[in-house]
Every structure is written in C-alpha cells, then in structure tokens.
C-alpha cells in the first residue's frame, strides 16, 4: 500500500528503528518537486544538512546544484534524497542494518516520485539501490533499468571535491543523464 508524502515524511520524522536516531539533530527525508522526472540518491546527510534538515546542502550540495544546472535543469525540478535519513556519525558510511532500517522509505519515495532517471551518488547508493556490487571508478556511467526507471552511478560529489581529477568523467555522465532524458522526452515520457 503506498503512502501520502505527509504520511510518509511523518514516518521518516518520527523514525527509531536504529541507532541513528540517537545521535541526529534533525532528519533529512529529502526534497524536491514531487514529480520530477530525475532523481538524486546519496548515502547519508553530512554535518550541515543534519544542522538544517534538507539533503545536500554543504560543499557537495553546492557542487551538485552546479552540475545539475550545467545540464539545463533546476534544482527545484528533481528531486534529492539519501539511503539513510540520519547522519552517521562523524559521517561515516551507513553501517548494514541503519541503511536497511530506511530502505523503506527510500523505496516509498521513489513510488511516489516515479522518476524516469535515478542518478546514485556514489557506492553506498548504488549497493542499496541496485543491490549489485558497483565499483563507481569502473561503472560510472552505465546504465542500469528496472521496471522501466533507468539508473545511473556516478561519483558522489565529496569525492569530487577530494580527487577533482574525477570531476571530467563525472561531467561525461551528466551529459549522458542530459541525453537519456532528452531521449526519453522525444518518445513522449
């Protein structure tokens, strides 16, 4: 049975199930227009976005707001999530269990959104949302469908910040997200 977003960010804010909650500030349920066509999946909320309850809001937001318009889109067109709603500390990588606590609302917000392109910001996101095992230096850039949604993995934007020799093989997949979604408003999606 699929959820309202009120019910679902209700879910999300009043949320317990692991040990994450704990040590949040504020949840980061996500954000964006409710019907966007393309997607953003990170891991988890860093320090800032823990402080402000909104996904990608310090230097890789920042760093994804210019990628995404050097494409010719808005940020307020897609809509951005993470794997996991709390921050983990100190950022560390979701453990197991934590991301398995919010899968389900990660996968409500898809249903609810029901984007033609997925874009997975880095390993974390690709291994919870495709459940396959993706090296994001070898498979950046290949698509991936399912059930009629096409994924895309890319370089989380902390990497690009750390290594920016990434950032040109990071630019070559937005130009592809940029082509699939012109190809797939011209067979009328």
Request: some cysteine; overall charge positive; glycine content about 10%.
């Amino acid at each position: 049975m699929r959820v309202s977003w009120a019910e679902l960010y209700e879910q999300i804010g009043s949320c317990q199930k692991c040990r994450l909650c704990e040590t949040r500030h504020r949840v980061v349920p996500g954000e964006g227009n409710p019907h966007a066509k393309l997607m953003f999946i990170g891991e988890g909320p860093g320090q800032e976005e823990d402080r402000q309850g909104r996904p990608f809001v310090g230097r890789s937001g920042e760093l994804l707001t210019r990628m995404i318009h050097a494409i010719g889109i808005e940020r307020s067109e897609t809509y951005i999530c993470n794997v996991v709603k709390c921050r983990p500390p100190g950022n560390r990588n979701p453990e197991p269990d934590e991301a398995q606590a919010c899968l389900g609302y990660l996968r409500g917000q898809v249903a609810l959104v029901r984007p033609k392109v997925i874009v997975l910001l880095g390993k974390i996101a690709c291994r919870y949302t495709l459940n396959e095992e993706i090296y994001i230096t070898r498979d950046h850039g290949r698509w991936f469908e399912r059930k009629g949604t096409w994924f895309i993995p890319t370089f989380h934007p902390s990497a690009l910040l750390r290594d920016p020799a990434k950032k040109r093989d990071a630019w070559d997949d937005f130009q592809k997200i940029r082509e699939k979604l012109s190809q797939i408003e011209s067979d009328g999606g």
